[in-house]
């Protein structure tokens, strides 16, 4: 009988092994964002909106440059009374496109682009804005290369011009990243 038994029990150690190498695959293709971030957005003096900022958090500190969205695409919609949950008096953008690329310290380059909605307080002095957009990633060079996922970016901005199209902004960016299996 233990000879009977010595083979089973190897193959049940192979069996519980190979159970376990697709869940090992799976996690290291999948990256979590959560990213802290400040910086400035730049609207109306130019033929699209530029965003500048530094963030921090996972997967490490990185610049985050936008420019390029479609302004023509967005709508806009005035007085509205509630904007992303909040009652008051507001200008809401719905922004059709939101093109963004992050920079890494090592030089990797992730690629992402949404959509998004952007809440102007009429009733604000400064003009403060509320944003929130949906990303999705759409490749990148060096570790995000044919990187997928998404993530949400929200913020709020506040205008340090007198004309309002130079603003300093701060936020997060939730979400996840999977990275294509290397095999």
């Keep these: ?77 005035a007085p509205v009374f509630e904007c992303l949950g909040s009652p008051g008096v507001f200008v809401r953008i719905m922004a059709a496109e939101d093109p963004l690329l992050f920079t890494f310290k090592d030089l990797s ?20 804005t509320v944003f929130r957009f949906d990303i999705m990633f759409t490749g990148g060079r060096g570790d995000f290369e044919g990187a997928t996922g998404t993530a949400v970016i929200t913020g709020e901005a506040q205008s340090v011009s007198a004309n309002g199209t130079f603003l300093a902004e701060t936020g997060t960016i939730v979400g996840t990243i999977i990275m294509p299996d290397d095999d």
């Design 109 to 128: 380059l992730l690629f992402a682009d949404g959509t998004g909605e952007i809440c102007v307080d009429l009733t604000s002095p400064t003009g403060n």
């Design 1 to 77: 009988m233990k000879t009977k038994n010595i083979p089973v029990g190897i193959a049940s150690i192979f069996l519980v092994a190979a159970a376990g190498l697709p869940q090992t695959a799976l996690a290291d293709k999948v990256v979590k964002m959560d990213l802290q971030f400040a910086g400035a957005f730049i609207s109306n003096s130019l033929p699209s909106p530029l965003i500048h900022v530094q963030a921090k958090g996972k997967p490490g500190k990185a610049v985050i440059r936008g420019y390029g969205g479609d302004p023509a695409g967005d709508t806009v919609e």
